[in-house]
């Protein structure tokens, strides 16, 4: 049996996929981890959620759990690369706390910053095609949701596939440079 000191140490890479809900950062991701190289994990935000039990929960402390929850979810992901594994997250930054919050606990030279676009009409598609979002929910995100404004990659789900940008972001990977992203973005705000 290996021993558990034997396990050289790394820091793992993160992809983090952001843009509004229903902008296709579920598919990328899926594409990512079929041809990416080794192995990688996929932490949508969404998951965090479903793991929740069905409690109720008072209405005044609904905002309190949802920010706990997004918190515990930046942390796992932060730990799961601490500890040498590389993590695909997809996740909606549509308020700034999540975005300071993730800048302070990744490590911002091993973070690939994608911003996921879609337009407005074809997130109105999706979401109601998709039938488990509320109306409008997207467009609602849009404004804040890239308001940083730099990433490392973008892609546009209305114009290409699924595929497409998951090969887009694995041909930037070898050669990404620096600063990255996250880099700057720690510096700006």
Known sequence: MEHLDSVPARQGLVIFLNGTSS?????IATELLSILDEPWFHMPVDAFHAMRSSASVPPDQVAALLH????GFHRAVAGMAAAGNNVVVDHVLSAQWRLHDCLSLFAPRDVVFVGVYCPPLELARRESERGDRPPGLAAGQLEQVHSHGIYDIECDTDSATPRECALRIKEFLPDRPTPTAFERLRVLL
């Open 23 to 27: 902008s296709g950062k579920s598919s």
């Open 68 to 71: 706990r929850t997004w918190q």
